[in-house]
């Protein structure tokens, strides 16, 4: 998705480019030069992420979780050689969590702990889980419409 949006920003920067050379527009020119600031601040945020780096590390753990769950050893060797493994990479956030709750009642399964006890969240998480997905759907909108408001905004000065 991330690259997507750089993209995105990368073709829009292109065309407001070809207008401003155009017509010498400062309007145009501040455009171009806020649109290259945010591709800026939007790649060094990204690459911070390291999600390549992440996404390695929950593979090779489910690989070695896999490993272990087919070894034939005694459980209390098992649960030894877990935690150790469990110790040695990151785990997922507590909104993974939430979301796996939440998405898992939402197609009709229960979730349960291992003492057989329905696993629940409160009304406090569900409403954060929720605003904060309106939130990620508002700054895609945002992200999306932006730069077609914009060269909206140009092609109109330019013309009249």
Known sequence: MAHLVLSYYSASLIVFSVFAIASRNTT???IIFMMS???FAASV???GFDFSKKAGLFRSCYLELD???NREIGDKEKYRIYGEILDKYPNHSD???VSMVIGSER????LTNSAGEKIAISRRRIVEFYSQKV????LIVLMTVLPIYLLATVFWKTWN
């Open 95 to 97: 909104g993974d969590y």
């Open 37 to 39: 600031v945010a591709i």
């Open 107 to 110: 197609v009709g399964r229960t």
């Open 67 to 69: 490993k272990l769950h």
């Open 28 to 30: 145009q020119d501040f």
């Open 45 to 47: 945020i990204i690459y």
């Open 135 to 138: 939130l990620e759907i508002a």
